[in-house]
């Protein structure tokens, strides 16, 4: 609200949220709340975190804030560091999204509910769901830039047609080391697990 987002699932939130993910990140990191609402979202929401900058968005639970994801394509969040990041930092210091959940009942084709990668500490507790399009995917996970290392994800997936997909595209034994735990629900025999 402070940034504008009305979260009546009418309005499109993406500059606000936008917004106030970008300050947080300019001011050195910190935390963006998404209260408890429908958020409509038009276009991807982008968090590149700079080397040493943490970055938590947290809604109010899980089916409690949604986004609605209305975008022909592409990444409804994409969450990463196009710079790396630094090992050994306190857990404190992990970067992730909690307590909401990700909508892709109006996407388009090819669009994926969360793009998150190139992050040490990722930590992610949240749902994912209906990115049924062809060629669409729930989480997609990623190494573009640098290792994903020491993540601690928990994500609830329902009616995608790639629930999980991890990438590894650079470095080695990425997602070597981590937490993960998906619970997964398909809805026809087409839709793949991870």
Same mark, same amino acid.
């Given at each position: 609200p402070a940034y504008g987002a009305a979260g009546n699932g009418t309005t499109d939130d993406t500059a606000a949220i936008q917004a106030a993910i970008t300050a947080c990140i300019n001011a050195g990191g910190g935390a963006v709340r998404?209260?408890?609402g429908s958020y409509k979202v038009t276009s991807a929401i982008v968090a590149d975190l700079p080397t040493g900058v943490t970055l938590t968005i947290k809604g109010d639970g899980y089916l409690a804030t949604v986004l609605y994801y209305y975008g022909a394509s592409g990444d409804c969040i994409r969450f990463f560091s196009s710079t790396g990041y630094v090992f050994n930092v306190p857990l404190s210091w992990r970067s992730g999204i909690t307590d909401l959940t990700v909508d892709g009942t109006n996407a388009g084709n090819s669009s994926t509910g969360l793009h998150a990668g190139d992050i040490g500490l990722l930590k992610l507790d949240m749902g994912i769901q209906h990115f049924n399009g062809? +060629? =669409?995917i729930g989480l997609n996970l990623d190494n573009a830039v640098n290792w994903t290392e020491? =993540?601690?994800i928990r994500a609830m997936l329902i009616d995608c047609t790639q629930h999980v997909v991890f990438q590894i595209t650079t +470095?080695? %034994?990425?997602f070597g080391y981590g %937490?993960?735990?998906f619970t997964i629900f398909s809805s026809n025999s087409q839709q793949d697990g991870i």
């Open positions: 998404i209260p408890k062809t +060629g =669409s020491e =993540s601690d +470095g080695y %034994n990425s %937490n993960f735990d």
